[in-house]
Structures are given as C-alpha cells and as structure tokens.
C-alpha cells in the first residue's frame, strides 16, 4: 500500500508546547511507518506560497529537542486566505501528492482547517483534514482544556504569587497585573489560584466576561488598600464596559494586526493612571504580555503531555480514515477513550468559548471555587512560600 503523504500547518499565537503537539504528530506518524511528512512554513500563508519544509528526516534527538522547545517551529501566521490563495493551496498539495494534512490553533484556525477541507471537496481533491487545539486562551469550543493554556495559567498564578509578596515587602500601594485575553478572561482568573487566604494576592480581578464598572473598581481598590495598605489587581487586557466597549484599545491605524483588529493590550497602564488621578496613591502596571505564553520554565506537566497526546491522537485518526475531525480533551477526571474523543470541525471552527456563568461571581475575584477545581489540576503545583513574617523569621524584642 503507497504510503500517505501529512502536510502539517501551525497557525495563530504560539505556546509553550505547541511543539510537543508537532514532535508528537511527526513521532507517531513515523511509528505508522509514514516517510513523507511536510511542514508548511509559517501557516497557510506558507502554504499559499508553497513555502514547504520536509520534515521526514528528523532524528529521535531532534524531535526529543523540539518537544521541549517553546514557540511555533514551523513559523505560524494569522492569515485569511482569499479565493485565490485557496486554488494556490489546493495546487501546491497536489503537485507534493498531499492525502492527510494536520491544522493546530486556536477557534481561527480550526474554521481555516475547515474551510480548507470544503474548498478542496468543492474542487474534486480529496484529502483527510483533522484538527490539533491550542491557545493559551483557552476559548476553544468542544474541548475540556486547549494545550497551552495550563502553562500560560501557571505562569499567572505563580507571577501573581511572586508579586504579592514583593509589594507586601516595601510595600507599595498598588500594583495592576495585566494578563493576554482578548475576548475571554481564563488567564486572568488563573491569578486567583495564587491565593492561599483572603489577604493574599490577587485583591481584585477583572475579565471580559464580567462589564467593568471604573467608580466601582475605585471604591473596591480604596478599601482594599485601606485594609492592606498594598493591593494586587488583575486585569485581562480585554475588559469591556457595561456597553460592550473596550476599557481600553489601541486606536493607531499602523498597529492593527494581520486580521485587521486593534492591537489590545495597555489596559493595565491605562487604569494605572486612572487610580494616580483619582485616588492620589501610587500606582504601577506590569505586563508580561507574550512572556506569559512563551515561559518553558513553568510549562504545566498536564499541559505537556495533553499537547503530545493531541498530536499523536490527530495521526491515530487519519490512520482510522476520519476528517473533517478536530482532537477535543475529556476532563482529566472522566478521560473515557485514553483521554481525547473526536469532534467535527465545525463545532470548533470560529467559536469562542468563554468561562461558564456558573463558574462567574460578583465577587472581588470574578470567579468561583469551582473555577478553581477545575484548572488547579491542569496547573499543578505552584512553589510555595513561609507565611513567617518577616521573611522567614520571628521577631523578637529588643534584649
């Protein structure tokens, strides 16, 4: 039987293990005895341009490196094919006998991957399409968790932690911590697993999902700090008002993305100065931005082997014949079928999926217990640190 022929494509933001999802893909497609493996070079934009990379030959040290290696290897993109780019498409993956192509990203990508697969049925091509997730949003319909996400969290919850006891050291006033999340707040309600009691940090959270009020935001952070003396809050960089507009958005023309949509991002310097004017205290922002997506040196254990396990299962079900599928994860406490099942395309293509309302609270956090049972698995353990003050150390009177 003639060996199958796998182009794999990589698109939207990289992760911490988004190449485990890759490493994972290429082993188990050699394991099937599969020697033609390619790799579009920077995502569909590649693609249309016929950009490919041969990857059949990597070694089993090479891939053991790619796994452990954070970002896109392949390059990625956020590229919105025309009518055109799709005939150039379907050419390129004839002229290099294309049977099997593998999409990892986020929602975007799964609709691209989808819609990929209806141009090249309309145009007589057959091919099998499958769906890898991933996004440190974690906004992917279908799926208990998108690889990625766990390590992205992680990085949060423990930063938020750090953070908290520095300020609380000197202390400053006010620190706000601004978090990626353009539409959903999953990153930023991670900061709450860094809470070990109620005067830890974070003191106030603030995700898309729930308006944000600005007078009720400075009357919750004035008392905070007037208990504390210090207060951490968290932000995701998307926060809408009641109104449905950004709190706040980059309006210059030159910074819009690939997609044509306003860089977010500056939200946390923005409420920064709103709190300095208003309440007349200090206040600063932090924001990791792509650090909190690109840190190996906090990448989550479960979100490792979840993103292996997706690239492995995507190869297990072009081997059984499927398409038009995407690799959905089941809830590490009911994994059923070795932890994944299979799910059409469309229920992912383009969907976003926010946190549940009945994980959402009124409260300082924006979130519940519950929210936080569901992701302190998918997280791990963060480091933990004395509660001694100061530092470790009992104080003692004078002699």
């Known amino acids: 039987m003639r060996t199958k022929s796998l182009m794999i494509v990589q698109g939207g933001g990289p992760t911490a293990v988004l190449n485990a999802s890759l490493a994972g893909a290429i082993s188990e497609s050699l394991a099937h005895g599969n020697n033609r493996i390619f790799g579009a070079h920077f995502g569909m934009d590649g693609l249309a341009k016929d950009n490919i990379i041969d990857l059949s030959g990597m070694t089993v040290r090479e891939l053991e490196l790619l796994r452990n290696t954070p970002g896109a290897a392949l390059g990625s993109s956020r590229f919105k094919p025309t009518e055109n780019d799709l005939h150039r498409v379907v050419e390129h993956l004839r002229r290099h006998d294309i049977q099997q192509m593998i999409f990892m990203g986020g929602n975007g990508t799964m609709h691209g991957a989808d819609r990929v697969s209806t141009f090249c049925r309309e145009a007589g091509f057959e091919i099998q399409i499958v769906g890898i997730p991933k996004t440190v949003d974690n906004d992917i319909a279908s799926t208990d968790r998108c690889p990625g996400y766990a390590s992205a969290a992680r990085f949060i919850a423990q930063s938020t932690r750090d953070l908290g006891l520095d300020l609380r050291s000197l202390p ?81 023309a030159s910074q819009l993305d690939p997609l044509k949509r306003p860089m977010t991002g500056g939200v946390g310097q923005f409420l920064a100065g709103v709190v300095s004017e208003n309440l007349k205290i200090r206040c600063r922002s932090e924001k990791p931005g792509l650090l909190g997506r690109a840190s190996r040196a906090l990448v989550s254990a479960q979100d490792q082997k979840d993103a292996e396990l997706v690239g492995r299962a995507a190869i297990a079900a072009l081997a059984a014949g499927e398409t038009e599928k995407m690799v959905a994860l089941r809830p590490i406490q009911d994994p059923g079928s070795n932890g994944y099942k299979l799910v059409p395309l469309k229920t992912a293509a383009g969907i976003e999926r926010t946190i549940p309302p009945e994980w959402l609270t009124a409260g300082p956090l924006a979130v519940t217990a519950e929210f936080r049972k569901y992701l302190q698995p998918l997280v791990g353990e963060l480091f933990s640190y004395s509660s001694s003050l100061p530092m470790g150390l009992q104080t003692t009177g004078a002699s």
Do not use: C, N
């Open 172 to 252: 400053q006033p006010v620190t706000i911590l601004e978090t990626m999340g353009r539409s959903v707040g999953w990153l930023a309600a991670a900061s709450t697993l860094a809470a070990v009691d109620a005067d830890d940090a974070p003191h106030l959270v603030y995700i898309p999902e729930i308006a944000f009020h600005q007078e009720r935001f400075l009357a919750d952070l004035d008392k905070v700090v007037a208990r504390h003396g210090w207060a951490v809050v968290v932000v995701s960089e998307g926060i809408r008002d009641a109104d449905g507009d950004p709190v706040y958005q980059v309006r210059d």
